[in-house]
């Protein structure tokens, strides 16, 4: 685990050329401490990622870990298995060493979300 002395981390977001984010296709570095999630962070730093409920239960904000570790102390609907699938909520997710993360993974996150019966199920998949 990589810290640096003032308990920051860097997070470098990827944001889909596919994202419906005005930042599609971009890559941004925030420099985020360790009791600011990654959701806050970015939006201070004018990465505007899209999120809804922000206590970890909508999965609206799902992102890729793609290095790095996060912790999600608050995250009402998160599990081993979700992390085990690479899978974070940006709105609970706090980083413990330098990270990057694909954002915008919603709609992956709800069908990997129904494959393993796992709520919301397959409720909320369009047809």
């Given at each position: 685990?990589?810290?640096?002395?003032?308990?920051t981390?860097?997070?470098?977001?990827?944001?889909?050329?596919?994202?419906?984010?005005?930042?599609?296709?971009?890559?941004?570095?925030?420099?985020?401490?360790?009791?600011?999630?990654?959701?806050?962070?970015?939006?201070?730093?004018?990465?505007?990622?899209?999120?809804?409920?922000?206590?970890?239960?909508?999965?609206?904000?799902?992102?890729?870990?793609?290095?790095?570790?996060?912790?999600?102390?608050?995250?009402?609907?998160?599990?081993?298995?979700?992390?085990?699938?690479?899978?974070?909520?940006?709105?609970?997710?706090?980083?413990?060493?330098?990270?990057?993360?694909v954002?915008?993974?919603?709609?992956?996150?709800?069908?990997?979300?129904?494959?393993?019966?796992?709520?919301?199920?397959?409720?909320?998949?369009?047809?």
């Amino acid at each position: 685990m990589t810290q640096s002395s003032d308990d920051t981390w860097t997070v470098t977001i990827v944001v889909p050329e596919e994202s419906a984010l005005d930042e599609a296709g971009e890559t941004h570095k925030v420099e985020i401490s360790e009791d600011e999630t990654i959701l806050a962070a970015a939006r201070s730093a004018g990465v505007w990622l899209t999120a809804d409920c922000q206590q970890g239960w909508c999965i609206t904000c799902a992102a890729r870990l793609v290095d790095g570790d996060v912790v999600h102390p608050n995250a009402r609907r998160y599990d081993t298995e979700d992390r085990e699938a690479g899978y974070i909520l940006t709105c609970t997710a706090k980083p413990r060493a330098d990270s990057t993360v694909v954002v915008e993974q919603y709609d992956e996150f709800l069908e990997y979300r129904a494959a393993n019966n796992k709520p919301p199920g397959s409720s909320k998949l369009s047809d």
